[in-house]
């Protein structure tokens, strides 16, 4: 759905909601812009459906903590199926810029992807252990220099246009990815929040609203991610790396991708 899209449906959506009210029809909530359902709603998610706020997260926490873990070199085999390009299985998508780059060009040099840490590991500092620092729903193939570039900044909008991944953007303290990664990367983030609560001996980490959080378990800034979920719906490619994931490696879902209206539901 593009953004037009959206702000015509919730116009109808608001256009609707006036005529029942005229009409003193029994009061009806409104749904919440991009509500999807899925067909995992009567499975996966029944223990979650109907909830909001921090009753939703937590609901949402105990249905995706299950999961299989995977080594950090195991990621890299795991990257090249679940970021693999629709148009040539001989490649990944990259995220930031959305290059198209061969798979064997794996690795730590120039011209080559490696795995970018969408939830910076530093962030807590989580590393590279299995675990957090591996798991799949926050770690894409980027540009090794494009990755050197957004290092452990937290997200924002602004700065300067970045070499080799055109439409993103960063300052000293920030980065802005393209407009078609903006909510993937705010689902991302959002899916590590609600995923890690301190309750499994790694950092509880959260959304705020600054920029330089460091090695604080924090990523800001979270009235921009919400406002990128919103501008940048699940994409196809988007949808169908949740499925790889949940089918083939960890068998837990990221719930922003399959319900991008929880993010206000809960934050
Ligand atoms: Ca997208
Ligand atoms: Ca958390």
Redesign the pocket.
Known sequence: MSIAQIGRWKALAVATSTVLVGLTLPAVTATPAAATTTAYDSTYYKNAIGKTGTSLKSSLHTIISPQTKISYDAVWNALKVTDQDPNNSNNVILLYSGTSRAKSLNGGDTGDWNREHVWAKSHGNFGEATGPGTDLHHLRPADVQVNSIRGNKDFDNGGSAVSGATGSYTDSDSFEPRNADKGDVARMILYM??R???DDGWA???PNQLVNNGSNPYMGKLSVLKAWNEADPPSAFEEKRNQVIYDTYQHNRNPFIDHPEWVEAIW
Do not use: K, P, R
Request: glycine residues 12%; proline residues 0%; hydrophobic residues 40%.
């Open positions: 929040a609600v890690y609560e301190g509880d980490l959260e």
